[in-house]
């Protein structure tokens, strides 16, 4: 065979292994960096499409900065270089986007699914005197300076909305609480673990570990329903208040995105759902898994985020006026 | 204790077969990316997670523990030979290091440098065997007020301890450091500040792109604006250690790694501000040691390395990330389902001693893998200028390009470097500008939450033992440019970083 021959050989089965591979593969764009809870739900479901065989090829890209809305410009802007993107986001893109840090929102994209929910989650130390979450309820009711509040995020944003909607469905004004901010869930943990708050509220995932050692007593969550590993916790619609909350993560598609790929995409979540690998993975992950798609998620995403406009209104972090 | 039988738990992880081969994987791939100027141990790990994701808990946590300190092992290279710190903590570093590697001294710059990241990792490692559950309640003790006190005493002493006549420069340098450090979303009420409305400033400006730019790009600028012809550095025959260093250097290098270690249990900047109290402490305070540069590069080197290892004594006894790498770690922790915390102990016995005890090896292995690179590294300081400026622009803006992959921060980051050179030209120093911007978010934050607390009163300065504490060495800090009036001639001895 002449050298020329050979070399058109390869030339050909590079081309056509890259034509092959394109088609198949998943793309998934990260609003964040590795390691946090949005990179392990996206790569842990492509681990998971990929070991069931629906998909052949995942491949991931972390975009971080601006609160998010870098990827999602990234996302809109470069969505046709890919032949399936898939952006994730969690219940953050709709409070930056109420803030307008970014010109982004929910509507700009094809929401797909939702795939795993985390709620909120008030705690006190173990020897608190408070007994349960009426207790403090009361005694922020005589004095709303009376307990200290820390969360892992600034003031306006999630930890700071799920305590402003607890309190005000107790019928406390949020504004007189004293809410101290820190710099990440495990921070905050540390400050109330060393008495400089009273009361942290924070996201039942990064606290769980905490409350199963006995470090720190749960006093209520935002679930809908018990939560199996801290079943002796009561929800706060229990407890009278009606309230409830999920930060959930899900997957979104670009904006023209075809129905048939959306298809192709819900037969292949289904079928991950279904598999005892994503079981194992939420077991592990300590997630609560969600099945809310296509247009029921879209359908969901605009009534959580009335929710939050009214709340963040209430609290001067919005401005009730036509949007911008 | 009772930890004896967790130690042989651990020796036995530790000494697999499997993990031994991690642990030098770990070490190597660390301390290789932490040498690139700009990169340090934050994108290492970052790069190392999808190998991770293959290997089984225990030998996954060993191999990134070793791709940590490894990377903080490499990091002091670029910061001793062109001046580019790729992390906060070798800052310190670059201030002895740079000139001694300038006069001709950069293989002995990296001698000293490796043999005291060895003794302040090794220090570190023994201290986290013994101490870390006890340790534990250190980092409880630390609240808001006290982490703002620190924050004034490290500013403090940067004005305190400037060169003669430099005082007011370096005051101001800081003031501008501190300012560079308000651009982003306010921690505490969540609004933008100095934005222009750009997504690229949302999350303030980087580490790596500040230093870079005032460190690195501004030196390479600098040497273009020298001119005086293309000499390279003259070779001295210095390109191993002084047969008396060893000595020389022992008792810096003990009381930086306790001094370090106990700073680096603190969550926050624990491993550079535990780098710079140890220099300033070597250069100031012992001056009868005499002015020798050698221990300004054995400080902050065995300091950062015994922080980064007391940085895991909250990681793994409470499950508190101190630092953005150690947050990394937590995640790929949590992606095994391993939730550190205090009951990782008794969950997770052989893993919690094992990673401990592969530190010994890790430190081991690091040496023998830096000490032979050290003559071929130190000939980059050799190279012509019109080979090396451009190496070391190349270089740094490579390194904030792969941290960011946002163009946007190539402008500003040149943008940051001319003004750099106009302060220098002006005889502003530039070190008490990176640490003002360092330490500006965590003052802030700590500052606003105290203030919160006491609803606007002061008496936290007093009311607290460890406040009361940190408050007397301040007012000491302050009184010290005082005395010096008084005090007669004794010559500046502050090379410009």
Known sequence: MPTWLKLALVAVTLCVWSVATAAERVHIVIPAGPGGGLDGTAREAGRVLVELGQVERMSFENVSGGGGGRAMAYFLENAGRFDAPLLVNSTPLLVRSLQGVFPYGHRDLTPVAALVADYGVFVVRADDARADWDAVLGSLGTNPRAVTVGGGSTRGSLDHIVLAMALRAADIDPLGVRYLPYDGGGKAMLALLGGEVDLLSTGLGETMAYIEAGEVRALAVTSAHRIPAIAEVPTLTELGHSLVFANWRGLFGPPDMPAAVLEEHLRRLDAMRDSSAWQAVLERRGWDGLDTTGDDFAAFLDAQEAELREIMEALGFVQSRPER | ?497
Request: with cysteine; glycine share 10%.
């Open chain 2, 1 to 497: 204790m009772g930890a004896w039988e967790g130690i042989a738990t651990g020796l036995a992880t530790a000494f697999n077969p499997a993990n031994l081969l991690w642990v030098v994987a770990g070490c190597l791939a660390g301390t290789f990316i932490g040498m690139m100027p700009g990169l340090g141990p934050i994108t290492a790990i970052a790069l190392m997670i999808p190998v991770s994701y293959s290997l089984d808990p225990a030998a996954g946590l060993i191999m990134m523990a070793g791709v940590y300190y490894g990377a903080v092992f490499g990091g002091s290279t670029s910061s001793i030979l062109i001046n580019a710190p790729g992390v906060a903590s070798t800052v310190a570093t670059s201030f002895d290091g740079y000139p001694m590697a300038r006069r001709g001294q950069a293989g002995r710059a990296l001698a000293l440098a490796a043999h005291a990241s060895f003794a302040g990792g090794t220090i570190g490692a023994v201290a986290l065997l013994v101490f870390a559950p006890a340790l534990a309640a250190l980092a409880k003790e630390f609240q808001s007020p006290e982490y703002a006190l620190m924050l004034v005493f490290a500013l403090s002493s940067i004005a305190a301890f400037a060169d003669r006549g430099q005082v007011l420069r370096s005051l101001a340098a800081a003031l501008v450091g501190l300012m560079l450090g308000t651009v982003g979303t306010d921690q505490s009420a969540g609004v933008q500040r100095f934005t222009f409305g750009r997504l690229d400033l949302t999350d303030g400006l980087s580490f790596v792109l500040v230093a870079m730019a005032t460190f690195a790009l501004a030196e390479a600028f600098r040497m273009v604006l020298a001119g005086n012809g293309d000499a390279p550095t003259p070779r001295v025959a210095h390109a191993r250690l002084h047969p008396g260093d060893p000595k020389a250097i022992a008792p810096t290098v003990a009381r930086s790694s306790v001094l370090g270690f106990l700073v680096g249990v603190l969550p926050g900047a624990g491993a550079t501000l535990a780098s710079f109290f140890s220099y300033e402490f070597q250069k100031r305070f012992r001056r009868r040691d005499g002015v020798d540069d050698a221990r300004g590069v054995a400080a902050p080197e065995a300091a950062n390395n015994a922080a980064c290892t007391g940085s895991f004594v909250p990681l793994l006894t409470l499950g508190i990330p101190g630092s953005g790498t150690t947050a990394v770690l937590l995640g790929v922790m949590l992606s095994y389902g391993v939730q550190p915390g205090p009951r990782l102990l008794e969950v997770e016995p052989a893993m919690f001693w094992g990673v401990i005890v592969s530190m010994y090896i890790g430190n081991l292995v690091l040496l023998a893998l830096n000490l032979p690179l050290i003559p071929h590294l130190s000939r980059i300081i050799h190279l012509r200028r019109r080979v090396l400026v451009p190496f070391v622009i190349a270089f740094s803006l490579l390194g904030v390009y792969l941290t960011s992959l946002n163009a946007f921060d190539i402008h500003l980051m040149l943008g940051f470097a001319l003004a750099g050179v106009v302060l220098r030209l002006a005889g502003f120093p530039l070190a008490p500008l990176l640490l003002g911007f360092i330490l500006s978010g965590m003052l802030e934050d700590n500052l606003r939450r105290t203030m919160l607390l006491a609803d606007g009163s002061l008496a936290f300065f007093l009311d607290r033992p460890v406040s009361l504490g940190l408050t007397a060495l301040c007012v000491l800090v302050w009184l010290a440019p005082l005395r010096r009036l008084t005090a007669k001639a004794r010559k500046p001895d502050r090379s410009t970083a």
